[in-house]
């Protein structure tokens, strides 16, 4: 089954408002360029913003699926695979996002990449949002959100039983 990932209120602030900054930056070099003649430099800045916009966008999440052989988390980008079989628990938690970014994004498209959480350790997060997280310990620690973590968590418990 398939669970979609839908962005909360923060993550749809955060993505609206650097994407409106890079377009308002992105018109005023522009605009500085062409004044002064650089129009190379106006091409270069322009190709940089969409490089900084769309990277993050293809290794956002877009949805989970409890496949037969694990939990995918769809992306543009390569998909990630959670086997089942490598599942030792699974928690409902509700992270505040207080965590150090090691390698992530903190808020464009989302809340993905590798994070630090205290009294949690190392994660590798897969988040539109950042309430109604389930906590993934496998062979290494994953965090998602998907769309009605209640129902979701019943049927992958029911997939880790078999």
Request: proline share 3%; no cysteine.
């Amino acid at each position: 089954m398939i669970y979609r990932a839908e962005y909360d209120k923060l993550t749809k602030a955060i993505t609206i408002s650097i994407i409106l900054l890079l377009i308002f930056l992105d018109v005023f070099i522009t605009y500085i360029s062409i004044k002064e003649n650089f129009i190379s430099l106006a091409i270069v800045i322009t190709i940089l913003f969409f490089v900084i916009l769309f990277i993050p966008y293809i290794y956002s999440p877009k949805e989970y699926e409890l496949a037969e052989n694990g939990i995918v988390i769809k992306r543009i980008a390569k998909d990630i695979l959670i086997p089942y079989e490598k599942i030792n628990d699974v928690k409902s938690i509700d992270m505040n996002l207080k965590a150090i970014r090691l390698w992530a994004s903190g808020g464009l498209y989302g809340y993905f990449g590798l994070f630090r959480f205290p009294k949690i350790g190392k994660v590798w997060a897969y988040l539109k949002r950042g309430k109604n997280v389930l906590l993934i310990d496998a062979d290494k620690k994953y965090a998602i959100s998907p769309e009605n973590v209640e129902l979701f968590l019943m049927e992958l418990k029911s997939k880790i039983k078999k």
